[in-house]
């Protein structure tokens, strides 16, 4: 089982906070990310997720606290990567070109490789509108691995996926987190895919964390687990504030609109 490696802090967020003019969204937030860690976000929609992730990302500064990547201050320089749920994929571009975008010339066999990886290898001419949503997905992974991030961050990447693809996405991204043992941060609103893939997950309500649930799964996760049924049902219970929830609920449905 892939899983963070000990006490070796990445990331350390010491009482962040951050507004929008008279909104605060996040009011005090204390967090330490390990090496190795793959840590899910949920919440609400509109509790912050995002904000704090490209404030991670070196994207957005905090009002007030601290933002420490390896002990040193991040500020606008963040040495994290983060995939967005659009892809954001440059349609002049090829697939290959894409995934090559920043890095230096005779970077090929480290393109080809990460290709390969997602099997995306025979579509590397191609341009990004003729992929499938799920195709463009694997690219834009692979143009963030490329660079070979300590951190990778992922704002809800498969969000627009259909159910079939979303959990092959959740096996090739475990897959790769163990053999490149990058840390991960990925934000959801899907509870199932949150404690598929994180070893932590935590609810963000009312700008501060109110739920940091360790899920004490071997990888590849079994949904029927019990353990899973249970963590998936805690989380949910916590952000929507009911008695009991159903295993049988759809996570996702639950938390839209
Ligand atoms: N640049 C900005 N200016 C003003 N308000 C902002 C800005 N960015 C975010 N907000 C507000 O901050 C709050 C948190 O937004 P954020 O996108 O972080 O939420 P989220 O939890 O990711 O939501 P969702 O799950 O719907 O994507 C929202 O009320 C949003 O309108």
């Known amino acids: 089982m892939a899983a963070s490696k000990g006490n070796e802090t990445v990331l350390e967020l010491s009482g962040i906070q951050k507004s929008f003019g008279s909104l605060h969204v996040l ?3 204390d967090l330490k990310v390990n090496k190795g860690d793959f840590i899910a976000i949920v919440g609400k929609s509109g509790c912050g997720k995002s904000t704090l992730l490209r404030m991670i990302a070196g994207l957005e ?3 007030a606290g601290g933002l420490y990547m390896n002990g040193k201050p991040v500020k606008g320089n963040s040495l994290a990567k983060i995939m967005f749920q659009d892809g954001r994929l440059l349609p002049w571009k090829t697939v290959e070109q894409n995934v090559g ?3 230096k010339k005779g970077s090929h066999d480290k393109i080809a490789s990460l290709l390969k990886r997602v099997g995306l290898m025979e579509r590397a001419k191609d341009w990004p509108g003729v992929l499938s949503g799920g195709q463009r997905q694997r690219v834009a992974l692979a143009r963030a ?11 809800e990447p498969l969000g627009a996926l259909d159910a079939l693809t979303r959990i092959e996405m959740h096996q090739l991204i475990e897959e790769l987190w163990k053999e490149k043992q990058f840390t991960a941060i990925l934000v959801t609103h899907d509870v199932e895919e949150a404690v598929a893939l994180a070893n932590r997950v935590i609810v963000i309500e009312e700008g501060r964390i109110a739920l940091h649930q360790s899920i004490n799964l071997p990888y590849p ?3 029927e ?4 049924i249970k963590s998936v049902s805690r989380i949910l219970h916590q952000i929507l504030g009911t ?3 159903s295993p049988n609920q759809e996570p996702r449905k639950l938390l839209e609109g």
């Open 243 to 245: 008695e009991k929830v």
């Open 27 to 29: 009011k005090n937030m």
């Open 101 to 103: 975008l920043g890095l």
């Open 221 to 223: 996760r079994q949904r």
């Open 225 to 228: 687990h019990p353990i899973f």
């Open 145 to 155: 691995l490329v660079h070979e991030p300590e951190l990778l961050l992922l704002d």
């Open 61 to 63: 500064s905090p009002t």
